[in-house]
């Protein structure tokens, strides 16, 4: 726990104030830090965050001709399915169930390397992957990156503000930090390498791996629907990349608690399970914080997980050599039990109606 608990550069504001209680910073102290955070002339160890952000100002032009240009019913519907189904799902299965919590194995790195460049890379694995660590290690505690009692605008800016690795690590804690990587494939930085950049991953194989996947998949859409179909997708997959930052605020109830019986089953933090990031992404964002190594979180029959599908189909064709499905632990120790306990109580009231009549 202790090394979760420094594995991030924390914000100027802190995580925790004087009497171990989370800090809520003003709207004004979030968006300084996030400024001072992109400044990549004040430091150049914030070229992650930095990269991040200007990938979605790269699909703003996309976004601007496609509503200028291309609007219409069918590329809406087009958009839909690539932007919220595709990018969503495909954020679940590989940044989240992959890269995080390896909740599956794939056979070879070909597989591996496909599934990652299966939609335009948008979001860095390593911003993602060791800060959800953290997220799961201290859920709505002071410390979690994106700990929704600090409000919306904590949440949504968290990928700059919380979420990059500190740039002070001991050589032993780095090397600790990179193994929590080591299976997604990025090339990790030395130490040394580290100490100049502040980050596992390397600017110059980054930045490359993105032009080269976005050329990619512009030469792709180009060819199959000409600039309406590459500005439709494009624009979509920026939609995505936004709204994907507004996820964890809502998950977590909206720093509330809104979790409901029968329904979210975890009672360990705020975390609840929503239909529409569920259907859409496969995100039972309570189930998975029951079981987060599990390759499939969409436990009930009416639970749509999208992001299981796909890792269910590699293993059928061999690509994915071994998974975790936590379905059946989920139904013996929380589900069944629940309904017992609820035909229980419902007899016991029946009995106790009985006997007053």
Known sequence: MTFLQTVLDPPAYGWRDENGELVKPSHKQIIREFFSRLNIFKNK????????????????PFF?????????VTSVLIGFVYGMIIMGSHGTIWHHRYCTHGAYKFRN????????????????????AISHHVHHALSDTPGDPYNAQAGFLYCFLADVNHQPIAKNMSEKDYVRCTSLMRHTGIKANTYAG????????????????????????FTVWYLVGGPALVCTLFASAGVWAVGVRTFNYEGHGKGKDKRRDGTDYNREDMSINQFWPGFVAGEWHNNHHLYPKSARSGFKPYQVDFAWYYIKFLSMIGAVSSYRDSKQQFYREYYRPALNEAVAVESLENSIVVIDK
């Open 109 to 128: 790195g070909f597989w591996r390397f496909f599934t990652q460049n299966l939609t335009l890379r948008i979001i860095p694995e390593e911003i993602y």
């Open 45 to 60: 160890k914030n070229w992650l965050p930095f990269t991040s952000w200007m990938l979605i100002v790269g699909l703003s």
């Open 194 to 217: 580290y100490q100049k950049w502040g980050s596992i991953a390397s600017p110059l194989r980054t930045i490359i791996a993105i032009v080269l996947n976005w050329a990619f998949w």
């Open 64 to 72: 601007t001709l496609y509503f200028i240009k291309y609007l219409s």
